[in-house]
């Protein structure tokens, strides 16, 4: 398993000043964040919110999340990238959100109103 840190620590050594290197870190299906402090030479990665390495679906929305968090500079390694979904897809919630849809009732509001 891969060391991770939660996204305020993260912020947090960004703004301290700690943060000896960041890399967008190629995975299967995105890129997660690998951040290199201090002497350290080992990397640790972003967190999601259930502990797991966050994976990012592509760059702009990673560079962006970065951004956020006071950190503005980041390489790229994109040696173990795969493209995929990040999720799986859910099929069930698809066609359960099809039959929530209604149709529009203004139209009907004016039927009969001559």
Do not use: W
Not at 48 to 67: D, I, M
């Amino acid at each position: 398993m891969s060391t991770t840190l939660r996204e305020t620590t993260l912020r947090e050594l960004a703004a301290a000043g700690a943060l000896r290197r960041v890399c967008a870190a190629g995975q299967v299906g995105g890129f997660a964040v690998a951040v290199f402090c201090g002497t350290a030479a080992t990397e640790t990665y972003l967190a999601s919110t259930r502990g797991e390495v966050r994976v990012f679906p592509n760059l702009t929305t990673l560079a962006a999340h970065l951004r956020r968090l006071g950190i503005e500079q980041f390489e790229v390694n994109t040696a173990g990238y795969e493209p995929a979904r990040v999720r799986k897809a859910r099929p069930d919630r698809a066609r359960a959100l099809r039959r929530t849809r209604t149709t529009p009732t203004q139209p009907r509001l004016f039927e009969g109103t001559s």
